[in-house]
């Protein structure tokens, strides 16, 4: 049974620049893309891209290229996304997510706020 | 991008009745890249239906999928208050993926 465990809320000023993380078990880590999917009230869910542990390649959208950056660490199965340049259009929750037959497996999310 | 565009946003139905949930797509989707989640309030999504009508592990029968090209659809055949959460529509078959807005389905 796969289980992604993601980081803790964050509180950040804008400006600066947050990194959470995702830690994967119960699966083979470096065999499955991992995405990152927004969610607000007003935009609903968006994708932000993926990143596929066995190699480090990348794919995002390109609503979010210089905005969020997805990196993983294979020693430890996590994947992170660091976002840069906070505004409040920032503000929400953001989930990690594994793919196979659809997003199979999802984190609890991360709430990010954005304080000016 | 395609534009998942989903109806009703919002409606409520009553134990026991048949419900139905659309989801129109600005472009045709290959039936192989929708997927369907379900989302209860402070939870994250879970996978509900792919490959437009493939139940996913522990979804109850009375859920079914059909669809192809921009129109497709989630049916509940018996309603439940278990049932009551939003839902919403998915696609891979073209970058960016894309979600749908959602339904918000209430029980009565």
């Known amino acids: 049974q796969a289980y992604l465990q993601q980081s803790g809320a964050e509180l950040v000023r804008s400006g600066a620049s947050v990194k959470m993380s995702c830690k994967a078990s119960?699966?083979?880590?470096?065999?499955?893309?991992m995405h990152w999917v927004k969610q607000t009230p007003g935009q609903g869910l968006e994708w932000i891209g993926y990143?596929?542990?066995?190699?480090?390649?990348?794919n995002y959208n390109q609503k979010f290229k210089g905005k969020a950056t997805l990196t993983a660490d294979t020693s430890s199965s996590t994947a992170y996304m660091q976002i840069s340049s906070l505004t409040s259009e920032d503000s929400a929750v953001y989930f990690c997510a594994r793919s196979s037959l659809g997003f199979d497996y999802w984190g609890q999310g991360t709430t990010l706020t954005v304080s000016s | 991008q395609i534009v998942l565009t989903q109806s009703p946003a919002i409606m409520s139905a009553s134990p026991g009745e048949k419900v139905t949930l659309t989801c129109s797509a600005s472009s045709s989707v290959s039936s192989s890249y929708l997927y369907w989640y379900q989302q209860k309030p402070g939870s994250s999504p879970k996978l509900w239906i792919y490959?437009?009508?493939n139940l996913a592990s522990g979804v109850p029968a009375r859920f079914s999928g059909s669809g192809s090209g921009t129109s497709y659809s989630l049916t509940i055949s018996s309603m439940e208050a278990e049932d009551a959460a939003s839902y919403f529509c998915h696609q891979w078959s073209s970058y960016p993926f894309t979600f749908g807005s959602g339904t918000k389905l209430e029980i009565k």
């Open positions: 990143i596929y542990p066995g190699n480090g390649g990348t």
């Open positions: 490959s437009t009508s």
């Open positions: 119960g699966y083979t880590f470096t065999s499955y893309n």
